[in-house]
């Protein structure tokens, strides 16, 4: 394993990267086409999901990553160039919030999750779209979440998670090899409203103030302290595997067993073989110094 090494990147970040193994021995044309899409500025994902392209590409995939320019959440137009890239894609992953994406930027996503080709949410992506009432795509700000991962955005709690793998869980292919059984996730706990079918893999608890929310899918009475799932695998309707994670913030890629585990979905998904147990994982922190 290299030695950690810290590096300043354009000016705003402190970058440290642990990093060591072999690369994947296959030609272009043989790899899994991964597509990255970074629709948001929240949680820092610009900074993070183009080195977890880079340990993708590491493991055997090919990865194109869409990103675009500004704060996506402010732009109607040009929000996510290159969108097109999902319709040669052999899986998905989506880390986006609160966007309004034209018609010819909405389109490929719709194609490609009606496909039934495998999709992975991190984090805000549960809500990813936030379209005014009565715009055709309004029902999208809680079925992407609903229908495509899952579980529709409820709501967090606050300061730090504490996080256990579920034990029964253990023997599922997204938490192979992944040897911790708990840590703490300096991330907020976001809380569920799973669908029937998806397979708890990790919980969390966290603490936050009490309350009644009211949601369009119905009212939710909130606990000081909540236990809730933060990693699950699921089938959506329309045939695809899925997995959604609530790991996402930037500390959370400074944990071996959270970047490992998002391997593992990325090849449990696409039915590549999963990373060895003696293959060494990235790991990063991201602390940004412009805020």
């Not at 292919?173 to 708890?200: A, E, F, H, M, R």
């Not at 809730?228 to 695998?233: F, N, T």
Request: glycine share 8%; net charge neutral; with cysteine.
């Amino acid at each position: 394993m290299r030695s950690p090494h810290r590096v300043i990147l354009f000016g705003i970040v402190l970058l440290t990267v642990v990093a060591s193994g072999r690369f994947a021995q296959a030609s272009e044309a043989e790899k899994p086409h991964a597509v990255i899409v970074v629709g948001t500025l929240h949680y820092s994902p610009e900074l993070t999901m183009p080195l977890f392209a880079e340990e993708l590409k590491r493991f055997g995939f090919r990865v194109t990553l869409v990103q675009g320019s500004g704060n996506p959440e402010k732009k109607t137009t040009d929000v996510l160039p290159g969108i097109e890239s999902l319709d040669d894609a052999d899986l998905a992953i989506f880390f986006m919030r609160f966007l309004k994406l034209p018609d010819s930027e909405w389109q490929p996503i719709e194609d490609y999750i009606r496909s039934g080709k495998p999709v992975i949410g991190l984090r805000t992506a549960n809500h990813s779209f936030r379209y005014p009432k009565g715009h055709p795509r309004f029902s999208w700000n809680d079925d992407f979440g609903r229908r495509v991962l899952g579980t529709p955005y409820v709501v967090h709690q606050s300061g730090s998670t504490e996080i256990n793998v579920i034990d029964e869980a253990k023997s599922h292919p997204i938490l192979s090899n992944v040897t911790k059984s708990s840590w703490t996730s300096p991330g907020t706990l976001y809380l569920t409203q799973l669908q029937d079918s998806c397979v708890p893999l990790v919980r969390g608890s966290g603490k936050g103030r009490e309350r009644l929310l009211k949601k369009a899918f119905g009212t939710i009475e909130v606990k000081k302290h909540e236990t809730d799932i933060v990693a699950w695998a699921w089938e959506n309707e329309w045939g695809g595997k899925a997995f959604y994670t609530s790991f996402g913030h930037p500390g959370d890629f400074a944990e071996e067993s959270v970047v490992r585990m998002l391997l593992n979905a990325c090849c449990w998904s696409t039915e590549q073989p999963l990373p060895a147990a003696d293959a060494e994982i990235t790991t990063w922190t991201v602390e940004r110094v412009d805020k």
